[in-house]
């Protein structure tokens, strides 16, 4: 039963992609190929919509459902790991058409071809968290 606020949480998520067609394999296509600004939209939302939270989050010193404060780490600057990372993800997206989010989504809504999506980027994660020390980061 703790986990159930977890399960609706991801339903109501997994709906709201499927209306805002965020999930949807022509949305991205359009997005990336510059011929639609639907997508876009959700993001930059997305985006404004996160940096309130964060501001407000810091502001009144809010605390996650533990009841602990939620602190956020400083991380150190640089942008070759943000541009290769990014373009390798970029890549997965448009090849997929689907970010980690949808891909879940995707499934839930019966495209059961994208189980070897998620096969694939668990994989990457796996190797990623081998390989982790020897990276750059």
């Not at 991801?10 to 022509?26: D, P």
């Not at 600004?37 to 996160?50: D, E, K, P, W």
């Not at 809010?62 to 942008?79: A, Q, T, Y």
């Not at 989504?105 to 096969?119: A, W």
């Amino acid at each position: 039963m703790k986990g159930l606020k977890f399960i609706l949480a991801g339903i109501v998520f997994g709906i709201i992609m499927i209306k805002s067609e965020a999930a949807s394999w022509y949305r991205i296509q359009e997005m990336f190929r510059f011929q639609s600004f639907h997508m876009y939209g959700i993001i930059g939302t997305a985006v404004s919509l996160g940096i309130l939270s964060v501001f407000i989050i810091k502001k009144f010193k809010l605390k996650n459902s533990s009841g602990e404060p939620i602190v956020f780490e400083n991380k150190e600057r640089g942008w070759k790991q943000y541009l290769f990372g990014g373009t390798i993800f970029g890549f997965g997206w448009a090849l997929t058409g689907a970010c980690p989010g949808p891909m879940f989504v995707t499934i839930g809504y019966g495209y059961i071809v994208m189980v070897f999506v998620v096969i694939s980027a668990l994989l990457g994660t796996f190797c990623y968290g081998l390989l982790k020390d020897k990276l750059p980061h």
